[in-house]
């Protein structure tokens, strides 16, 4: 079974310093990794994912993850943030070929002026 | 274009009432999924569509809860006498298909309140 763990509930930066939201996976076989993003009253939305092709992976937004096996991580990073990246950050596994997605507790990020 | 979208955004309900919720996934997805958040956490998986039956229901959590989709488009989740733990935003999401290349489009969820 896989599971997720995001190392932390809350990350406030200052607008235009980077943001790291960390997480590590669980998973019996070749994961597929996502992150999600939620603002409130909004669906959840698809940040990036990671398949099983190139490690390095660049989503929307400007955000970016690596996929490192030997440390079963795959934190987001983001150079710069922006007011409008303030939002609950979910990272998502599911086995190669699962449909289900199991999502980490989240993580929410607030952007100081 | 439209994407999924999910009635009532609320609903406030006694205990032992019955509910339904409703979910209309994006024109010409397949695949429909239910999923249960509650506060503090992240959403969990409760059952999967695939046209019109239900693949897999195993993240339903007793036998108050039941989901149609009759027609393979707009589905429905039923919860028989509700109870306070029921209380979740109660998200739908649909992808045109189950690989996991296919990403799944989460619509803004019913936020549900037994009292």
């Known amino acids: 079974a896989q599971s997720v763990t995001q190392l932390d509930s809350h990350v406030s930066v200052s607008e235009g310093t980077p943001v790291l939201l960390r997480c590590n996976y669980s998973?019996?076989?070749?994961?597929?990794l996502f992150w999600y993003v939620q603002h409130p009253n909004k669906g959840l939305q698809l940040l990036l994912k990671y398949t099983s092709a190139a490690t390095l992976v660049k989503g929307i937004n400007g955000f970016e993850a690596e996929f490192k096996k030997s440390e079963t991580s795959f934190h987001l990073t983001k150079p710069s943030a922006h007011m409008s990246d303030a939002a609950e950050y979910f990272c998502v596994v599911s086995d190669l070929d699962d449909y289900k997605l199991s999502f980490g507790a989240g993580t929410t990020v607030t952007v100081r002026a | 274009g439209a994407g999924v979208s999910q009635t009532p955004s609320n609903k406030v309900t006694e205990k032992g009432k019955y509910v339904e919720l409703r979910c209309d996934p994006i024109s010409g997805h397949t695949a429909l999924y239910w999923y249960r958040q509650s506060l503090g956490q992240g959403p969990e998986f409760l059952i999967y569509f695939q046209g019109t039956g239900a693949a897999d229901d195993s993240g339903l959590p007793n036998d108050r809860f039941f989901a149609v989709r009759p027609e393979g488009s707009v589905s429905t989740l039923k919860i028989q006498r509700t109870e306070r733990g029921d209380s979740a935003v109660y998200l739908c999401a649909s992808s045109l298909g189950t690989a996991v290349e296919e990403t799944q489009y989460f619509g803004p969820g019913t936020r549900l309140l037994v009292l």
């Open positions: 998973s019996s076989y070749s994961p597929s």
